[in-house]
């Protein structure tokens, strides 16, 4: 699967929980052109900008290239790397400018105003802040009113490496008995699973399975390997609604 051409925000109870989750935003990052294999990043944020509602099928139908692509060719430019140098030193040498996240919170930014807001004469302003310290219910109840998140963990794989990776969170489940309440207002323990798009595949099959659209991760896994590991409280990329703006 490359692009989709609807993204719809289910959401329902079965059997007394509540399921929310994005349809038709996963996009894999292996079929990119520009550095396919650590392009979580760039196509994190593309799916998470498609859950927000944004018109990317209009640049990529101008440009002839997919969002990703796009917005690495951005992150990769002698521009990103000088940028990073002098604003963030601690990465010269050993992360490129798609790999910070200032970086990535940025250039998403500019891209945006650049290539969908100011063709429609919309006025400036912040598209994606990157925060580290959102707590979960809050980071999942922008995303059940149709916000995007992006975030990242450390996954161990079965042979020992652990793989720095970036994904989009698309949605939750919220255990059975938790009834009319805000999502903003639970509890952490009331959260069965995270719904994530992987753009890289499956992580439960050790990423043999390459589909990686709404995969349930669990409240202990989610909690072992987002980022702040160990914490209720994450790093975040929240991406506000297009509709909003």
């Known amino acids: 699967m490359r692009r989709a051409k609807d993204s719809t ?7 007394g929980h509540l399921l929310f989750y994005s349809e038709g935003v996963w996009r894999d990052q292996r079929t990119n052109k520009r550095y396919p294999l650590s ?3 760039t196509t994190s944020m593309a799916m998470a900008l498609y859950q927000a509602g944004y018109p990317l099928q209009e640049v990529e139908d101008r440009k002839g290239e997919p969002t990703e692509d796009l917005l690495m060719k951005d992150l990769r430019s002698a521009t990103a790397y000088e940028e990073m140098n002098r604003d963030f030193p601690w990465a010269k040498n050993n992360f490129s400018p798609s790999q910070v996240h200032g970086m990535l919170e940025r250039y998403t930014n500019r891209f945006v105003h650049r290539e969908i807001l100011d063709k429609k004469g919309i ?3 912040r598209i994606v802040t990157f925060r580290t310290d959102v707590p979960t219910p809050i980071a999942l109840s922008y995303v059940y009113s149709g916000w995007g998140a992006v975030m990242s ?3 161990d794989l079965s042979d020992g490496t652990t793989l720095g990776h970036i994904v989009s969170v698309s949605g939750a489940v919220i255990r059975a008995g938790v009834e009319n309440v805000d999502i903003e207002q639970i509890a952490f323990e009331d959260i069965e699973s995270v719904i994530v798009d992987d753009p890289y595949g499956d992580f439960y099959t050790d990423y043999r399975n390459h589909e990686g659209a709404n995969i349930h991760m669990d409240r202990a896994d989610f909690l072992r390997i987002m980022k702040k590991t160990g914490s209720a409280y994450k790093w975040a990329h929240l991406i506000r609604p297009f509709s909003e703006l």
Do not use: T, W, Y
């Open 9 to 15: 925000m289910v959401k329902e109870r079965s059997k």
């Open 39 to 41: 392009a979580c990043n």
């Open 153 to 155: 963990g450390d996954f």
């Open 123 to 125: 006025r400036h302003q």
